[in-house]
C-alpha cells in the first residue's frame, strides 16, 4: 500500500513538466522572433510614422 508520499511527487512531476513546457516555449518564441528580425519580416519603421494633418484643417 502507498504512504501517500507519491501523490506530492506526482504534483511536484506536474508543475515541474509544466514549467519545462513553458521553457521550451519562450526558447522557441525568442529564437522566432530573433529569425523574423533577421529578415527584417518585423514592423518597419515607416508603420509608425503619425499621420499627416488633415487637408482641411
Known amino acids: 500500500m502507498s504512504d501517500g508520499s507519491g501523490t506530492k511527487e506526482k ?5 515541474r513538466r509544466l514549467f519545462k513546457l513553458a521553457f521550451i516555449g519562450a526558447i522557441v ?3 522566432v522572433q530573433f529569425i ?19 487637408a482641411g484643417g
Open 11 to 15: 504534483k511536484g512531476g506536474f508543475f
Open 36 to 54: 523574423k528580425r533577421r529578415r527584417g519580416s518585423d514592423l518597419d519603421d515607416t508603420e509608425w510614422q503619425e499621420l499627416p494633418p488633415p
Open 29 to 31: 518564441a525568442t529564437a
